[in-house]
């Protein structure tokens, strides 16, 4: 099946720093979602990326689809305390499937 | 938007014994979706229903699970004799119709489930 690799599997950062998180697929994907999960929380859809090289922003966060759309990237600009959480990618798995991530796990020190 | 609604919020029960979960989607969401998390995990992929359809289980699945949507809205997922390694969370997603490959999917609370 379909399987995504999410790095890096940790992150702490200084409250203010910058943070990527990165997914990776071995096969071309239609599209790629992303969701932060909050401690003791459920996932949270975030955005969906559907063409090559799309580029979308949401206030702190940009979001990137490789040009061969084989990998994204999540970017935080200046962290805070309210980001902390696992970020998941997601990608379809099959008929209406929805493979996730392993996700990164993100710590952010006041 | 009342949100996807699972019940109950937490099982505790010795293994060997039965347990079932109950999932309220959306109301006009017509694609329904399991997902079972342990800690530090992603969410695996359980089963898909459309309707009242269940069009994918994944391997996964054992022949314990079984999962019902009988009139297309709430649905039920239930695992016979269940073992320690059944602890987890187990996850409601639901989305709405359309042409879309993958809508996003809108998660509810969750059950845990605790095997002692």
């Known amino acids: 099946g379909q399987q995504v690799m999410q790095i890096p599997q940790y992150q702490h950062v200084q409250e203010g720093e910058d943070f990527t998180t990165y997914c990776n697929s071995s096969?071309?994907?239609?599209?790629i979602q992303w969701y932060k999960q909050r401690p003791g929380g459920h996932p949270v859809f975030l955005i969906q990326?559907?063409?090559?090289?799309e580029v979308k922003k949401q206030k702190r966060l940009t979001f990137q689809f490789g040009e061969a759309k084989k990998n994204s990237s999540l970017h935080i600009t200046a962290t805070q305390t309210t980001d902390v959480g696992t970020y998941f990618c997601?990608?379809?798995?099959?008929?209406?499937?929805?493979?996730f991530g392993t996700g990164t796990k993100l710590q952010v020190i006041p | 938007d009342t949100g996807v609604s699972q019940n109950p919020r937490h099982k505790i029960t010795k293994r060997g014994q039965n347990v079932t979960f109950r999932c309220d989607p959306i109301?006009?969401?017509?694609?329904l979706y399991w997902y079972r998390q342990t800690l530090g995990q992603g969410p695996e992929f359980l089963t898909y229903?459309?309707?009242?359809?269940?069009?994918?289980k994944s391997r996964l699945l054992s022949d314990r699970f079984s999962a019902e949507r009988p009139k297309g809205s709430f649905s039920t997922l239930e695992i016979q004799r269940t073992e320690q390694g059944d602890s987890a969370m187990y996850l409601c997603?639901?989305?709405?119709?359309?042409?879309?490959?993958?809508?996003?999917?809108?998660f509810g609370n969750g059950t845990r489930l605790t095997v002692t």
């Open positions: 997603a639901s989305s709405p119709p359309g042409p879309e490959e993958n809508s996003p999917l809108h």
């Open positions: 096969t071309t994907l239609s599209n």
């Open positions: 990326l559907v063409k090559s090289g």
């Open positions: 997601a990608v379809p798995g099959g008929y209406q499937k929805v493979t």
């Open positions: 109301s006009e969401h017509n694609r």
């Open positions: 229903f459309q309707n009242e359809a269940q069009l994918e």
